[in-house]
């Protein structure tokens, strides 16, 4: 099985991978402290808990955007499931043309994810990703990676709100009871969760008018589906977006 690690700043997330079939799949918190020993031993116990063993592992990929965190989970994997993994950078094929002006400055998960974009709904396309930041990313027809736009995420914004006015709560990210907020928590969660919603459609919009009305719109992130639903704009929903991107270039690279 392919064990596929999507390292992000704020979630790790891991899934394992029989042929094409996404299996077991999990989320972490991302800790800089934690040494590879932890995550090594986090791993073995969330696969315990799948009824998994290491030596289900035959194979194993990481996207990190987390430099400090990609040799730790390197080492992690070398000692507790005796593979070496493949980490997606630069000298790696993804399938992916990197238009931008310096392509070094791409995320490996903005890369991973237009790779899976790509080969499983074409293009040209929109990735919205929410996560750390809402990131937009631009596929073109060819499957080329032409650029994109980068936004606070929502969990920034929420916890900006908080920190930096002295009378507003934390807020749970839910839908309100109507635009209008008529509490301080409503007024919060309308201007968070409507708010996000309209950056979506107009940021969608933009692309859609310098990629063509054929522009596909996908979803991706721990948020996906609560923008979704208030929304025609995103039209597939792909929360493990990057793992199946991760499948994809390590087939390409072992030519399985």
Not at 116 to 126: M, N, Q, T, V
Not at 217 to 241: D, F, M, S, Y
């Amino acid at each position: 099985m392919l064990l596929a690690i999507d390292i992000g700043n704020t979630n790790i997330t891991l899934g394992l991978y029989e042929g094409e079939k996404l299996g077991p799949r999990w989320r972490l918190a991302t800790d800089h402290e934690r040494m590879p020993d932890e995550y090594g031993i986090a791993i073995l116990n969330l696969f315990q808990h799948s009824r998994h063993t290491a030596g289900d592992v035959s194979a194993i990929a990481i996207a990190s955007v987390v430099p400090p965190l990609t040799g730790t989970f390197v080492t992690a994997c070398r000692q507790y499931l005796d593979h070496d993994p493949l980490v997606v950078d630069a000298g790696v094929r993804t399938g992916v043309r990197v238009r931008y002006e310096d392509p070094k400055q791409v995320g490996a998960d903005r890369v991973v994810d237009a790779a899976a974009a790509h080969k499983l709904y074409g293009g040209p396309a929109c990735i919205v990703d929410f996560g750390t930041g809402t990131t937009f990313d631009a596929i073109t027809e060819e499957g080329d990676y032409l650029g994109g736009a980068i936004a606070p995420g929502i969990g920034i914004a929420a916890e900006a709100l908080f920190h930096h006015a002295a009378k507003l709560p934390r807020v749970d990210l839910v839908r309100p009871p109507a635009a209008i907020g008529r509490n301080t928590v409503h007024s919060m969660q309308s201007g968070l969760l409507f708010g996000y919603v309209g950056l979506v459609e107009g940021m969608v919009a933009r692309f859609r008018a310098e990629l063509g009305p054929k522009m596909k719109v996908i979803g991706t992130g721990g948020l996906a589906e609560v923008i979704a639903q208030e929304t025609k704009v995103i039209e597939i929903i792909a929360p493990w977006l990057t793992l199946e991107g991760l499948r994809i270039v390590y087939e390409l690279n072992s030519g399985a």
